[in-house]
């Protein structure tokens, strides 16, 4: 009777197989932590995006939809350019996604350290994105994350009557 097993070579190379396939494929199938951060930001992105629109429509009953004005939602005063939200943290954007008791950040490195934070009034954004004032922009960021980190969503209201631009940062989420 001849007792067979595996030679010792071939106990090194099922090693080394096994070890670049749990440091190179297995991470990506178990870290699903950036898509969910992601999702997030595309909820975020849908609630700021419902939100101007509410407001826009509001703006247009009013009769507030022409030039620099503002309208009262609730006990909030929003701040508005031809009947959209401006990308002022304190005037708008933090009224139109229900985060009216977060501050705006100090700086624009500040960790947020609670669900969302947000700063506006900024004329430029990590990804290279600017603007010249009077047109700022606004970014709603998740905890853990500052302005300055590509991990956010953004709000722009052109001032020209176009829709505002509301898009992703997710390179650093």
């Given at each position: 009777?001849?007792?067979?097993?595996?030679?010792?070579?071939?106990?090194?190379?099922?090693?080394?197989?096994?070890?670049?396939?749990?440091?190179?494929?297995?991470?990506?199938?178990?870290?699903?932590?950036?898509d969910?951060?992601?999702?997030?930001?595309?909820?975020?992105?849908g609630?700021?995006?419902?939100?101007?629109?509410?407001?826009?429509?509001?703006?247009?009953?009013?009769?507030?939809?022409?030039?620099?004005?503002?309208?009262?939602?609730?006990?909030?005063?929003?701040?508005?350019?031809?009947?959209?939200?401006?990308?002022?943290?304190?005037?708008?954007?933090?009224?139109?996604?229900?985060?009216?008791?977060?501050?705006?950040?100090?700086?624009?490195?500040?960790?947020?350290e609670?669900?969302?934070?947000?700063?506006?009034?900024?004329?430029?954004?990590?990804?290279?994105?600017?603007?010249?004032?009077?047109?700022?922009?606004?970014?709603?960021?998740?905890?853990?994350?500052?302005?300055?980190?590509?991990?956010?969503?953004?709000?722009?209201?052109?001032?020209?009557?176009?829709?505002?631009?509301?898009?992703?940062?997710?390179?650093?989420?």
């Amino acid at each position: 009777m001849k007792q067979q097993g595996y030679s010792l070579i071939e106990l090194i190379a099922l090693i080394v197989i096994l070890r670049i396939l749990t440091t190179t494929v297995l991470p990506k199938f178990l870290d699903l932590s950036s898509d969910t951060k992601i999702a997030s930001l595309e909820s975020m992105k849908g609630a700021l995006a419902s939100g101007s629109k509410t407001v826009f429509l509001k703006a247009i009953v009013d009769k507030q939809a022409i030039g620099a004005t503002s309208i009262t939602v609730g006990m909030h005063t929003i701040k508005l350019y031809n009947g959209y939200p401006t990308g002022w943290w304190d005037a708008s954007m933090r009224y139109i996604v229900g985060l009216e008791d977060i501050a705006h950040a100090q700086n624009r490195t500040t960790v947020c350290e609670q669900e969302w934070c947000g700063k506006g009034d900024q004329t430029s954004l990590p990804s290279g994105i600017t603007t010249t004032y009077p047109t700022v922009i606004g970014k709603v960021y998740p905890k853990g994350y500052s302005f300055d980190d590509e991990c956010g969503v953004y709000f722009i209201n052109y001032r020209d009557g176009s829709n505002p631009v509301i898009e992703l940062e997710s390179s650093d989420c």
